[in-house]
């Protein structure tokens, strides 16, 4: 925290100062994070009054990841906003559960600020699920016209998740900020801010095609978990692959006389293809009902489906998970 305040001054100074003067260690706990590295949870006193959801009576956080050897190698401010009903107060693992893409123990608002008290993301979880994820972003307006002068507009990008895997993307208008030679115009709304630096987990479940019949009295479908980090900052793909696991397959059929049989499954991974290949037998009343083609998952990290014996899996920073599309 120190380098942190000593890096910046005024307003954003204070901020950081302000922070620090309130941590309460005597409460701070850890959790687990991911292999090697844990996360410190540092409860901040209610003294502490952020610029951010102001009238919502928010907690406020200080969650820092701690490497091998008592390292801290990044934080942010937390603030949790519970929903009606709930506990004020974040459940022990909680930030554990959001970081790694499991169901949480709790419902509300989380809004993740840098120490300066900038916004920087904020995820909202409905009934112990991650309903909506809205993150800040800009577009550089080069000022053509104006004098020597370079121009941020901000917009507030929210993802809203459906239970039947559907998601709508919205966008809001929240603010300019510009540098250089002439008058700095900024309309109302926060258009202040760095750059969204973060990475968080997803996570995908995907039904595909392993075989069918040409008749289409029967088709065989496997289904495959695959999970990832989304970092803005690697481009072009926006994240990579940290997982894939096959979760079973199955026949769907016209009668109970197809049955099948699988005979192995395989997963592999590298930080932008995962791929899953799956084997077995279709039978019908005990005998092979013609010859059966099995073609192989392959998916490249954007999580954006197309089907065409291969399936290819892309991520895009508005979508965030998969949807399946067939060509030809």
Known sequence: MDARIA????DRATKAESIKSNLD???????????DEKLLVVPVRSSFRSANNQGKD???????????GNVITSGNLIQYVAAAGQSKTVPANTFSDIFNYRNVQCDGLFTVLNVYDDFLYELKF???KLKSVAEKRKRIDTGAGRLTMECTDWYLVTTIYYDDGSTEVYETYIGRTCHGDGEVQVPSGDGGGGYVEY???VATKKDWIVAESTSGFWYVFSTERFTGEKNVNEQPSGGHFTGVTHLGSTISAVSTNYTWSQAG?????TSTVATAIVSGTVTHNGSL???VFFPVLHVIFHFKLFFHKTILCEFHETYKQCQAVLYC
């Open 7 to 10: 890096a910046v001054t005024g």
């Open 126 to 128: 409905e009934n112990k």
């Open 25 to 35: 260690f005597g409460a701070m706990r850890l959790e687990p994070y991911r292999l």
């Open 265 to 269: 499954a395989t997963t592999s991974y």
């Open 58 to 68: 928010p907690v406020n956080y200080l969650l820092l990841v701690v490497s091998r």
């Open 199 to 201: 990475i968080y987990a």
């Open 289 to 291: 009902p013609g010859s």
